[in-house]
């Protein structure tokens, strides 16, 4: 069994930062080779954005599988430190050599939770449910979401009135401490891999596509979580504004990508996660009219077939051309997308009753140690002897990348701690 928020700092060990499939993957595949990893993951559980799809491209099955064979890999094997709520507060040291300090949240809740859910049943506060995009609340002591690894509750304390203790109160098993304090831990490290991968453009910010102003504009992020069955509406499509279900879709491309106004480059997995969105739509609305707008279709290497397939097998509709503005009709809330259709040499305004954004990936490096290497783009660059970069911090790529990806940092970490530390 894993030790998870526990231990002390080891030497000759590997420290993994982020703890999505990227990192997971990194951590494990060093442990079974022979050597210690440590895992440090901000969130309260282990997983990353894949926990929150309903599915994964390109097989469509459902991410609790995958995710949960690698957290019983992690579980059986004792050469895996997690310590989830934590990040890296300083890293010091060359190649072979590194010693990190890293700062762990408390989590008030201890190992002795049965998830029996009576604190929350008491808790007064209400707080918008991160794991489903804002969309719907939860109280400040949750689990963090169904299939959490640890499955363990969490309270956000900011949110607690001063003085309360019904959820300490009520907990039977006296697993909720809501004295606990930050508490940090030096550990001494051979190498580093940063595996911290990525967040969505605020889609806020691309004013024509109305995001933020037109509640049945949503992103495709929003759409993975009312999509799942344990998301929003249990898994039924429907458009925010009045619950109904949508009769027509649209996808929108590029929203934010390839565009020197916010992301100058392509974010790589939104064409294929939109026509498996599309998929979404298809198997719950046989009748709905589903339009994808792109710049260019970008499904490179094997997804190609998949692209090809999903396009023939559910109808989906492509027009050539960057949408140029999303406007609500007063009364019904319908959405006119107003964009060029290049193939066709004209303008075009069509009406949808549900817009999808399919908003770029941005990489998540706030909260690095000073002096790791980025890119022009903002996105980790190797360079650092010693320190490697994984997964989508690294660049967009989609989950096969990112394992194989991981698992490439993962040797390169390896032969740091055998004393051959290469440049990235
Ligand atoms: C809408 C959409 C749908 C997609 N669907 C699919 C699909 O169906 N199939 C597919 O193959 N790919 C899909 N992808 C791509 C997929 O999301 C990525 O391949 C995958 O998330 C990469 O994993 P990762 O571990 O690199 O990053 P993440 O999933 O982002 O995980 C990074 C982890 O690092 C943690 N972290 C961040 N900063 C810190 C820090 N400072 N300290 C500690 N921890 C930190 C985060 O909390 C997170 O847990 C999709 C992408 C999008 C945008």
Known sequence: ??????????????????????GVTCAIEAAEAGFEAVLVEKAAYLGGHVAAFHRYFPKLCPPPCGLEINFRRIRNNPRVTVYT?????????SPGNYEA???????????????????????PVEIPDAFNSGMTKTKAIRLPHRMAFPAQYVVERSACPEGCRLCA?????????????????????????????WEPYDAAKIDNLGFGQFSNVVTNVMLERLAAPDGPTRGKILRPSDGKPPRAVAFVQCAGSR????????????????????AYI??????????????????????EEFAAKTIAANGVELIKGKVGKVQEQPGSRDLLVSAEDVLKGRKIAREYDLVVLAVGIVPQTGGLPAGVNLDEFGFAADGNPGVYAAGCVKRPAEVAVSIRDATGAALKAIECVAGRAHHG
């Open 85 to 93: 709520l934590a990040e890296i507060e300083s890293l010091k040291g």
């Open 282 to 303: 298809r198997s719950q609305y046989p009748e709905a009219k589903i339009t994808m707008f792109y710049i260019d279709l970008r499904t490179p290497g094997q997804l």
């Open 101 to 123: 300090v890293i700062r762990i949240a408390p989590r008030f809740v201890t190992s002795a939770c049965t998830l029996c859910g009576e604190c929350e049943r008491v808790c």
């Open 169 to 197: 109160d009520a907990c039977r098993y006296n697993a909720i401490g809501l004295a606990q304090q930050e508490t940090w831990k030096t550990l001494r490290v051979a190498s580093v891999v940063l595996a911290t991968g």
């Open 259 to 278: 565009d020197r106004n916010h992301l100058p480059y392509c974010s790589g997995v939104c064409c294929t996660a939109s026509l498996k969105q599309a």
């Open 1 to 22: 069994m894993a030790n998870l928020n526990a231990g002390n700092g080891k030497s000759g060990a590997i420290l993994v930062v982020g703890g999505g499939i990227a």
